[in-house]
């Protein structure tokens, strides 16, 4: 999925190239700011590249914000010029963006910085915040990064700087919270498998596979620890021969040590996680 992905932005540069793309909302006067902008854009587009071609849970966070913030900036430049090209160009990006948000892709992306034989399976982030915070922190890292820079392209250098101190640590802090989301993983190692998820535990949470009984999808009638952190959709039931000690996040910076004798997780493609589960020799429940 990564090769479409990759086509599809290299479409958009391409009906960038031939159109003209940047919406008259964003442009100053001035020839020489407009260059900045030009360049600004430019450079905008490799840095998304970059991230597309190169793995990781770093590039996947660059790749979620850069691509969506393509395909709205392309609606706007179609909307405003009806210009074809910018309406192709942000065709592609539309398909980029289902790409890189497609679970599949995601989860490529975080294995791909494995270790050994290790297999990272992303969990689903938790439900409240697909709504509540996924949207707004992009819209914050973009709209932090780029709104200063245009001031100041376009000479309104008080309101310039002043949104530039603000937002580009507000764009950081914004990224920082989506790269935290893609760092929560289901691993599965030579021993066993490994919680990674800070949202649900105050520390990675080992399982031998010795200590595994079962891992199948949850009955609705389970009473096993919840450590979905609220995810939709299905969830699975680690069941353990004998429990374990771990610390259960109960609020943002809080934890209580509890026994459990099994579990709950969410990853974003359990059939597979099944299917990884068996070819390892766990037993399915």
Not at 139 to 150: N, T
């Amino acid at each position: 999925m990564r090769t479409g992905a990759v086509t599809a932005w290299l479409a958009v540069g391409v009906a960038a190239l031939l159109g003209d793309v940047i919406t008259p909302e964003l442009r100053p006067t001035d020839d020489a700011a407009l260059a900045t902008v030009v360049a600004a854009m430019w450079l905008a587009y490799g840095l998304v590249l970059a991230a597309l071609l190169l793995p990781g849970p770093r590039a996947l966070t660059v790749a979620r914000i850069g691509v969506p913030a393509g395909a709205l900036e392309l609606a706007f430049a179609a909307a405003a010029l009806s210009d074809p090209v910018a309406v192709v160009g942000h065709l592609f990006c539309v398909v980029g963006t289902l790409i890189v948000f497609h679970p599949f892709y995601a989860e490529a992306q975080v294995d791909a910085s494995s270790y050994g034989d290790e297999r990272r399976f992303l969990l689903r982030p938790p439900g409240p915040v697909i709504v509540a915070l996924v949207v707004p922190m992009g819209a914050l890292a973009v709209g932090g990064v780029a709104i200063g820079p245009l001031l100041l392209a376009d000479r309104g250098w008080v309101a310039g700087i002043v949104a530039a101190a603000i937002g580009l640590p507000t764009a950081a802090f914004a990224a920082h919270t989506l790269f935290r989301l893609a760092r929560r993983w289901l691993v599965f190692v030579p021993n066993g498998l490994v919680l990674h998820d800070h949202l649900a535990v105050a520390e990675p949470l080992p399982l031998s596979r010795r200590g595994i009984d079962s891992i199948g999808p949850a009955r609705a009638d389970t009473g096993a620890v919840d450590l979905t952190a609220q995810a939709f959709g299905m969830a699975l039931e680690l069941r353990l021969s004998e429990p374990v000690k771990a610390g259960v996040m109960t609020g943002r910076n809080r934890s209580e040590e509890r026994s459990l004798a099994a579990l709950l997780v969410s990853p974003s493609r359990p059939a597979a996680v099944l299917a990884t589960a068996e070819r390892r020799g766990l037993k399915l429940g």
